[in-house]
């Protein structure tokens, strides 16, 4: 069907971009034979109710259905799924909400505040890079934060293992602006010209290189602004070179859809799904999220994290979180997924040669080994800083 209704083409330009087959597109309903799992669908948008699902993500033969199942719904269904009660207990997303409220806080001090990519000046506080500053003031909340495995295999789903986690959290006060409507990073952050010197092939394998995430830190009624999404817009291939076109943003705004949340919910989307930060029009709601934004072992993340620094500020309250059983194996892992680098490459391979495999032992291998043998603080420390040497140049 794809190639009947988009000729093969080496580049895309924006002045050929269609948009009636655009609109053929998006006009798709959710079959709901393809996705068994959700509980609902909303808005041709499945909905998965993570409290009867999360026991099945120990099961690695259940694991992988689920996991499957997302990834289609994300590459060839609706581009975006919800995860309604990815965090079981919420009391975590309130430690960290304060916590990320007196960081909004004290950057405003001392700067201007943070920017947005596609929003207005002053309608948002941001915190850049909010994966490593929660590490950073409280290790024990971040541990508890990312040991989340439902958030863990929807990543694995679309990225497979070894992913790169950042986040950002976005804070929409009242009366804060809708964004433009855009698709993300890689392609999507490019100027329009940079954009269409990428051929064809390489506009299809960008969306494969992120999966977008945002988390719900407090209740987000519609009124308050939620992502607006247009579902199925991820499948049309000349995406990038169209999103800035006026057509395609006048049928944006026609035909997208929202979906409220709840604290602790979790919604995941396709980069390439056609989607903005909605309006908040709500007289008292001052809307969070923390945008999370990971990144394929295979791609460049956007933001630079000093993972050394966060495995050594997490590795002794992940140590006790082994020994007083507070975590489970699966949960301990999806933290250390989160903070820690899971790839092997780039390295130094004169100082940093393979041993026993393909290739050296990675960040993540090393966290987990360290807990194994309760290796001390100090011991840790010293093992990381020498794999830090060995890696560079």
Not at 5 to 26: H, M, R, S, W
Not at 51 to 69: F, G, H
Not at 103 to 123: N, R, T, V
Request: charged share 20%.
């Amino acid at each position: 069907m794809k190639d009947q209704i988009e000729p093969k083409v080496g580049y895309f330009e924006t002045a050929a971009c269609d948009l009636n087959v655009f609109q053929t597109l998006i006009e798709q309903s959710l079959d709901r034979v393809s996705v068994p799992h959700a509980f609902d669908i909303q808005e041709n948008t499945p909905i998965y109710d993570m409290e009867k699902l999360r026991a099945s993500l120990e099961d690695k033969e259940l694991r992988r259905k689920i996991m499957a199942e997302w990834a289609h719904v994300l590459m060839h269904g609706a581009g975006v799924l919800v995860l309604r009660g990815a965090y079981a207990e919420t009391a975590v997303l309130d430690e960290a909400t304060s916590i990320y409220e007196a960081i909004i806080a004290q950057e405003k001090l001392a700067s201007d505040g943070g920017g947005d990519h596609f929003a207005a000046s002053g309608s948002n506080d941001r915190i850049w890079n909010s994966l490593q500053k929660l590490c950073e003031n409280a290790p024990d909340v971040f541990l508890r934060y990312f040991a989340n495995t439902s958030i863990a295999a929807v990543c694995e789903a679309w990225l497979g293992p070894n992913y790169q986690m950042t986040a950002q959290v976005n804070l929409v006060h009242p009366g804060g602006a809708a964004q433009q409507v855009h698709r993300d990073y890689h392609l999507g952050f490019q100027t329009a010209e940079i954009s269409s010197d990428y051929p064809a092939h390489v506009h299809d394998l960008s969306p494969a290189l992120t999966l977008q995430g945002a988390v719900a830190h407090c209740d987000m009624p519609i009124e308050s602004g939620p992502t607006k999404l247009l579902p199925f817009s991820q499948l049309y291939r000349a995406g990038y070179a169209a999103w800035r076109r006026p057509d395609f943003q006048t049928l944006f705004e026609e035909r997208h859809i929202q979906l409220p949340l709840t604290k602790g919910d979790a919604l995941f989307f396709n980069p390439a799904l056609f989607h903005a930060a909605g309006a908040n029009t709500s007289e008292n709601i001052h809307r969070m999220a923390n945008l999370l934004q990971v990144s394929s072992a295979f791609g460049r993340a956007m933001e630079t994290v000093d993972r050394r620094k966060m495995c050594k500020l997490l590795y002794p309250f992940a140590l006790e979180s082994r020994n007083d059983g507070t975590l489970n194996a699966s949960e301990l892992a999806a933290t250390i997924a989160a903070a820690a680098e899971g790839y092997s490459f780039p390295t130094n391979l004169d100082r940093d040669p393979p041993k026993g495999g393909l290739a050296p032992e990675t960040q993540q291998a090393l966290f987990a080994r360290a807990i194994a043998e309760s290796m001390n603080d100090q011991e840790f420390a010293s093992h990381l800083d020498q794999m830090s040497a060995k890696q560079t140049a």
